[in-house]
């Protein structure tokens, strides 16, 4: 009765037994009690309760499981590195706790089975309940380890983690391994054998192994045995369980038993009771160059250790043959003086390279990036001082480290004097790429710039180097007037041409990050002369009409896009943007106005006047200004809005 009392006491100081989903407030006063790296930060990503295994959807949405009974989709609408949407897809599962995407399909493993949902970023309002198809039902339906893990490898295949349903015991059938199939449930069969409670996945660059975690069996003291990193270059392998954990830690009713075949030790054995879970292999060009192909491991923990241990990120590296070279602590924390605030579970790669780190103890998903320092704007200075002697500016763009950069058209029409410049957060300037044509909409991924110049598309590095990513001769048809850029979470991107005067050859196109180009849109949509673009959501983007002055909704998520009239009377409609409360920002280029509006449909309210051409605007680092510039006055100009 003792131990019984004295483990709960345990679990109930490291908050295991109840959920926390703590204030907002309160984890981000707690996220400057964590110790990172320098030039990595971590913020607040979104609010998810009871957050667990993530999936990457086809437009940047995120799909979050839990082991309640919803799955979460998370929508970051304007690209700010913050959700706008945390959206209820699903409300009636058994320990939803496993996501993958696949072909634009949503897959979720819960406790007894694997359904399948049809293309969710098409519409996340869709009755997915109603369009549930069970792919697979034969999961042992136990509640001890029944949280499945889920994720397709490069064989196509689907693999799902099958907890033991004990601590210690003779698993039955596909208990304490590893299953594959088919997408669409069929070929069944077990890749990896025993396995205790493997709640991570991931596929090896370059050599294509899976990678799994393991969590080894309690109750053998502080120290044994290991939690396990392993890696299964082919099907059939034994892992140990229940035989042996790591590499020679026994159980003590197993110890004179002898496995049905030989064990695969582990790659990496980590502190016991640490709960190793979910953890990703970097790909991304956003971290420093030593991170590629690291595995970044979320430790969601210990309940059963006297004094509790992991509440961290750990990096583990790997040598240039693929190898195991070292593994050390990346984040650390979440666990204070033996208190936890925090318990990571999941860890997603975003497309510009940073990480997504779900934690179901406070109920949010973290951002950790590298390189993106905050920017401050001092009074009279940078950000918040008006730039005069800019030749023709038309668009402008914040990085997040609080540098600004602005196309400047020159003249009109004339190819080779058009530039982007580099306004620094002390005022200076200078040119970071010149040579362009009639440089418009501007817009940044993964620290490089991407420029509509006139009839091609140009993508500019910080260094100032230039590369076309898109000629003339590339499109559909052959571009007239290259006006504004915007790009998706995946790195597609999105450009429009505002055709002729009279909107002949008016289009919008999405370049895929392999240089395919498909017009979304023609001169027949009803849009007269496609301007400023804003994604709104999964496959669908706001377009301002330069033509009429009027607000278009571009939903291209099926194979014929539709379009819907918002809004209008906004003059010479230019720029869109939103900030970081949602507001949205309409700039008038023919009459040199700004307006807000709650929501694309709601009534405009008009916040300046008096520009000579207000173009392509745009957010502060900071998220304290617009950025508006004054094509006519060669000037860009800060306007307050917080």
């Known amino acids: ?67 309640g009974n919803k799955v979460y989709a998370v929508v970051d609408k304007n690209k700010d590195h913050k959700a706008d949407e945390v959206i209820t897809i699903l409300d009636d599962l058994k320990v939803g706790n496993g996501v993958a995407m696949w072909e634009g399909n949503l897959y979720v493993a819960e406790q007894h089975r694997i359904t399948r949902y049809a293309a969710p970023d098409f519409d996340l309002n869709l009755p997915f309940k109603q369009m549930r198809e069970v792919i697979y039902d034969q999961l042992p339906d136990k509640v001890h380890h029944g949280w499945r893990y889920i994720a397709f490898g490069p064989d196509k295949k689907l693999y799902a983690t099958i907890g033991a349903p004990c601590n210690v015991c003779d698993p039955q059938g596909i208990e304490a391994s590893i299953i594959r199939m088919d997408p669409d449930g069929k070929n069944v069969e077990v890749f990896a054998k025993g396995v205790r409670n493997s709640v991570g996945m991931d596929f090896q660059p370059g050599t294509n192994v899976l990678y799994f975690t393991d969590n080894g069996v309690d109750m053998m003291g502080d120290d044994i045995p290991p939690d396990e990193l392993n890696a299964a270059p082919q099907a059939g392998l034994h892992f140990g369980f229940p035989y042996v954990g790591g590499r020679d830690a026994r159980p003590k009713d ?88 925090g318990r990571p579970v999941d860890v997603l790669q975003l497309n510009d390279g940073s990480l997504l780190v779900s934690d179901d103890y406070s109920g949010v998903i973290y951002r950790v990036s590298y390189g993106e320092s905050s920017a401050a704007a001092a009074p009279g200075r940078g950000q918040a001082s008006k730039v005069t002697g800019l030749n023709m500016p038309e668009s402008a763009v914040a990085h997040p480290d609080g540098r600004i950069f602005v196309s400047e058209i020159g003249e009109f029409g004339k190819s080779g004097d058009g530039k982007i410049t580099v306004i620094n957060k ?68 999105y450009v429009s041409d505002s055709g002729d005067d009279d909107g002949k050859h008016g289009a919008i196109y999405q370049i895929s990050p392999e240089g395919k180009i498909t017009q979304l849109i023609n001169d027949k949509s009803g849009i007269k002369r496609p301007n400023g673009l804003l994604l709104d959501g999964p496959g669908k983007l706001l377009v301002a009409d330069f033509g009429n002055g009027k607000l278009f909704q571009v939903n291209f998520a099926s194979k014929k896009a539709s379009v819907t009239l918002l809004n209008q009377g906004f003059g010479g409609a230019d720029g869109l943007v939103r900030d970081t409360d949602g507001l949205l920002y309409v700039s008038d280029w023919a009459g040199g106005k700004v307006w807000q509006l709650t929501e694309p449909r709601a009534t405009p309210q008009l916040i300046t006047e008096g520009h000579q051409s207000a173009a392509d605007i745009a957010l502060s680092a900071d998220g304290r200004f617009l950025l508006v510039p004054d094509m006519k006055a060669g000037e860009l100009v800060p306007l307050p809005i917080k």
């Open 1 to 67: 009765m003792k131990t019984i009392s004295r483990l709960i006491g345990l679990l109930a100081a490291v908050g295991w037994m109840t959920a926390a989903n703590a204030d907002l407030a309160d984890v981000e006063a707690n996220l400057g009690r964590l110790k990172v790296p320098e030039g990595f930060k971590v913020e607040v990503y979104a609010e998810v309760p009871g957050a667990r295994q993530m999936a990457l959807g086809t437009s940047g949405t995120v799909y979050v499981g839990t082991r």
């Open 254 to 341: 197993w110890q004179n038993k002898k496995p049905p075949q030989a064990v695969t030790p582990p790659v990496v054995e980590f502190q016991a009771h640490s709960a190793n879970l979910g953890f990703k292999f970097y790909t991304g060009k956003q971290f420093p160059r030593d991170y590629q192909g690291n595995a970044i491991v979320a430790q969601h923990g210990s309940w059963n250790r006297s004094q509790p241990v992991g509440y961290q990120l750990m990096r583990v590296v790997f040598d240039e043959q693929h190898q195991v070279k070292s593994h050390e602590v990346f984040i650390e924390g979440w666990l204070n003086d033996g208190e936890a605030w």
């Open 426 to 493: 002390d005022g200076s300037r200078r040119t970071l790429a010149d040579g362009l044509n009639d440089p418009k909409g501007l817009d940044l991924f993964n620290n490089q710039l991407y420029v509509a110049d006139m009839d091609q598309v140009v993508r500019v590095g910080l260094d100032g180097s230039k590369t076309v990513i898109a000629k003339s001769g590339d499109f559909p048809e052959k571009p007239m007037f290259l006006n504004d850029i915007e790009i998706d979470g995946l790195g597609n991107v």
